[in-house]
């Protein structure tokens, strides 16, 4: 999906006021997350890099939250499938 801010999909399919942004350049993914109910979200939180969750998922590996699902790769990339460049 696409709004304003950009490409988006949501990270967490049961909350739809939270949406994780994704831009791709040089082959870089960049994501940031929006929350409709913490708009300080957006302004304190920039754009992190594919390869700063792939460190982060590392780091929380066996606890209750897992970067990998909110900071999908795959739901990123079908973002861009088939997008003008």
Do not use: T
């Not at 399919?13 to 994501?31: L, P, Q, S, T």
């Amino acid at each position: 999906m696409k709004d304003r801010r950009g490409y988006y999909y949501y990270p967490f399919i049961a909350n739809k006021k939270v949406r994780m942004y994704v831009r791709h350049k040089d082959g870089v993914f960049w994501f940031r997350m929006w929350n409709q109910d913490d708009p300080d979200l957006w302004v304190e939180h920039g754009w992190i890099s594919y390869e700063a969750v792939q460190q982060a998922i590392a780091l929380y590996k066996g606890k209750q939250f897992d970067p990998g699902h909110a900071y999908d790769i795959e739901a990123a990339r079908a973002l861009f499938d088939g997008a003008p460049s």
